[in-house]
């Protein structure tokens, strides 16, 4: 093959074919989010995710710096979890300030980033657990 070219297609050879992953520039970063009250509520509404999380980058950042332009894909009450969409520039500033939110109101309170990703399909599931439950996997015990 010439150039460096990998082949994918190795028919009767013993190698098994080599992956090739390319890197993209992201320019957004989705961020799983869950929230927990005290005293704990069955259904927390998206309102009041929404303006807790709010809440924690102006505690944090002050107005001008706490203002960041937040996209809420998908929101689950009664799992109190949410998918946002932020700026790539701005998300460790997101997950900081959300991090460190003790309170909201007059309640004991936090977020937790369950996760992120480059890419939405990238939260759709967990993969350690969907290779474990398929038995490609043992988990760390």
């Known amino acids: 093959m010439e150039g460096g070219a990998?082949?994918?297609n190795n028919a009767g050879g013993s190698e098994a074919p080599r992956k090739r992953t390319i890197n993209l520039p992201c320019d957004s970063k989705y961020l799983k989010i869950r929230?927990?009250?005290?005293?704990?509520?069955?259904?927390?509404?998206?309102e009041l995710f929404a303006r807790a999380l709010n809440e924690s980058l102006l505690q944090l950042y002050g107005l001008a710096g706490g203002a960041v332009a937040l996209e809420f894909i998908k929101y689950d009450p009664s799992e109190a979890t949410g998918?946002?969409?932020?700026?790539?520039?701005?998300?460790?500033q997101v997950w900081a300030a959300s991090c460190l939110l003790t309170e909201y109101g007059e309640k004991k309170c936090r977020?937790?980033?369950?996760?992120?990703?480059?890419?939405?399909?990238?939260?759709a599931f967990d993969s350690r657990e969907v290779t474990a439950k398929l038995g490609l996997f043992e988990p760390d015990t």
């Open 35 to 46: 929230m927990t009250l005290e005293p704990e509520q069955s259904t927390i509404p998206r």
């Open 83 to 92: 998918i946002i969409k932020v700026d790539n520039s701005v998300s460790q």
């Open 6 to 8: 990998v082949s994918l």
């Open 111 to 123: 977020l937790e980033v369950i996760d992120s990703s480059s890419v939405l399909v990238g939260l």
